[in-house]
């Protein structure tokens, strides 16, 4: 279930240049990650792990991914704290994409009780360019077997970014982020924040299904299924924050304008859940006809908005109004 529309983008719009002084073919979406030459601003955001048929599609995922140069964040390696054995998907996922880019992913409460060999131990098996730590009070609230502890979270952060020798992401899971939390973590040595706000999958509403009927969760899911802080709000709450963090928008990003409309209210990249789900659901062509299909929006927009590239949209002056 997601909240359409909440994300904000709807209410976006890029201003028009009806004289772009470029040619279509001119404009680029390359993007680095961390060193890694991306197609574009895109990537697929960590989705499924652990599921009857999470594997199979995580493969489908990543194959195309990896051939169309965007990176993609995995689902929680969680289960690998616990049992060696369930690393075994991430090696033959790699196998199969030796050329791809991936971010390793683990829960911030994980975070804080492990030992930071431990979490990094999950880096290597993956053999990932990037990890991400995932903040979601809701979810660890509502889920069954969910573990709200979050004391010493902003000290287990910051010495993971010491002592990571990847780029740490800091992503929220559907909620997005306050003024007041990214000020709290703008200065801790983060790569990049991945704001991930209200509006696409609410990961309240998905454990709320899953409880136990008439259960405290089950009433407080209904309660709170529109609890959070949509996209675009969240990448307003960035207007003058004054970080090395890169700053990332998901969540109910569902086409490649609404990219663009992103970047150009300061995001660097952007990533895509349920849509590249969606697609790959129906295989691995209709997954790549998809991304192709993001990729020449995305062009698209910047070409009409008089920009040869992502990094002009972004860093343009008075590209985008609300309506």
């Not at 599921?51 to 969680?78: C, D, F, I």
């Not at 004054?242 to 969540?251: L, M, N, P, R, Y």
């Not at 990003?253 to 990533?271: E, N, P, T, W, Y």
Request: proline share 4%; with cysteine.
């Amino acid at each position: 279930m997601e909240a359409m529309g909440m994300s904000g983008f709807d209410r976006i719009q890029l201003e028009h240049e009806a004289l772009p002084e470029l040619n279509f073919s001119e404009v680029s979406l390359e993007t680095k990650f961390f060193g890694y030459k991306a197609a574009s601003p895109f990537f697929v955001s960590s989705m499924t792990a652990g599921h009857a048929n999470g594997e199979a599609l995580n493969l489908t995922l990543a194959r195309v991914a990896s051939l169309r140069r965007w990176p993609m964040g995995l689902g929680s390696q969680r289960r690998e704290l616990t049992d060696p054995g369930a690393s075994g998907e991430w090696k033959r996922l790699r196998r199969l994409a030796p050329n791809g880019f991936f971010f390793s992913n683990l829960g911030l409460s994980q975070l804080i009780v492990n030992k930071a060999s431990k979490v990094l131990a999950l880096v290597d098996a993956l053999e990932a360019g990037a990890l991400i730590i995932h903040t979601n009070p809701v979810q660890e609230c509502l889920q069954p077997e969910g573990t709200p502890e979050f004391r010493g979270g902003l000290k287990a952060l910051e010495k993971i970014c010491k002592l990571s020798p990847v780029p740490v992401i800091l992503k929220e899971t559907g909620c997005g982020f306050s003024k007041a939390t990214l000020k709290r973590v703008s200065k801790i040595g983060l790569a990049a924040i991945d704001l991930s706000g209200y509006g696409g999958t609410h990961w309240g509403r998905i454990e709320g299904g899953r409880a136990p009927a008439e259960s405290a969760q089950k009433i407080a899911a209904r309660t709170f299924k529109d609890w959070g802080i949509g996209t675009v709000a969240s990448l307003e709450n960035c207007a003058g924050l004054k970080t090395k963090a890169e700053i990332w928008a998901s969540g109910g990003i569902r086409s490649g304008l609404d990219g663009a409309k992103a970047i150009a209210m300061g995001a660097q990249k952007v990533g895509f859940a349920k849509p590249a789900l969606e697609a790959a659901l129906n295989g691995e062509s209709k997954l790549d006809a998809w991304m192709q299909s993001m990729e020449f929006e995305m062009k698209m927009a910047l070409f009409c908005s008089g920009n040869a590239a992502p990094e002009s949209l972004r860093k343009g002056t008075n590209q985008w109004q609300k309506i």
